[in-house]
């Protein structure tokens, strides 16, 4: 357990940090997973139209340091060409 003032503060940012990125996270992967599932599903149209949703979930991600620019990127290569 924190003993000083600034570290019991730094524990209380940190969980509600974890808190916002455990959301982006999921957002993320729920949106992924919702094109894959229309995709094996053959239902390429409508996980086109979900894309702009995916690639905002994905960047968001990616601008506050949930993941990677690389992994973002790729994840949108590979949701574009799955869609295709």
Do not use: C, F, W
Not at 13 to 35: C, G, Q
Not at 44 to 63: G, R, S, T, V
């Amino acid at each position: 357990m924190p003993i000083s003032a600034s570290a019991k503060k730094s524990l209380r940012v940190s969980h509600r940090k974890r808190i916002v990125n455990d959301r982006r996270r999921k957002a993320l992967k729920e949106s992924v997973k919702e094109i894959t599932k229309l995709v094996k599903a053959g239902k390429k149209d409508e996980a086109k139209k979900l894309l702009p949703k995916a690639y905002k979930a994905i960047d968001k991600a990616n601008k506050r340091g949930v993941i990677q620019t690389n992994t973002a990127s790729r994840k949108k290569s590979g949701l574009s060409k799955m869609t295709k």
